[in-house]
């Protein structure tokens, strides 16, 4: 597996990928957009204060991370806050998500960020997130509350 910055030419493969969390996550009732997607990832690759992060094999993308650095609404401080962690099935629970997240939060130190935020809000393997994140020092703060509208 070799991990990396996602680039532009990894759109189509990103799109695959964000289609297939899309599909079994708790998200699943809600509509995509390919276009959408799409401008969120070129963002991530193009803006210094965003990044995205993929593991590929065999020239495959199996996996990925993004995010963005932001300050808090009260303050100065930064936080980096992620908008997608994920690795396909076949490669969950293999070093992909590690590594994954060892690089989001590296870019969170270059950029002097208060805390790092991982959201959990796909309904998606929950213990397994929790233990691995908690293996990583973070901590489980409050709750995400849903009321769907929709679907």
Do not use: P
Not at 6 to 29: N, P, R, Y
Not at 144 to 150: N, S
């Amino acid at each position: 597996m070799i991990y990396r910055e996602g680039v532009l030419a990894d759109t189509d493969q990103i799109l695959v990928l964000g289609k297939e969390m899309h599909k079994e996550s708790a998200f699943a009732s809600l509509d995509w957009s390919d276009k959408k997607a799409a401008n969120l990832f070129t963002t991530c690759v193009t803006k210094a204060n965003y990044c995205c992060f993929v593991a590929e094999k065999d020239g495959v993308l199996k996996g990925m991370v993004g995010g963005h650095v932001s300050e808090y609404f009260f303050g100065h401080d930064k936080i980096l806050s992620d908008f997608v962690w994920f690795v396909d099935q076949e490669n969950r629970g293999t070093m992909a998500s590690i590594r994954l997240l060892k690089m989001f939060i590296g870019f969170g130190k270059q950029w002097n960020v208060a805390e790092v935020c991982i959201g959990v809000s796909t309904q998606v393997l929950l213990d397994r997130t929790d233990k691995l994140l908690k293996r990583f020092d973070f901590e489980n703060v409050g709750g995400t509350y849903k009321l769907m509208m929709k679907g």
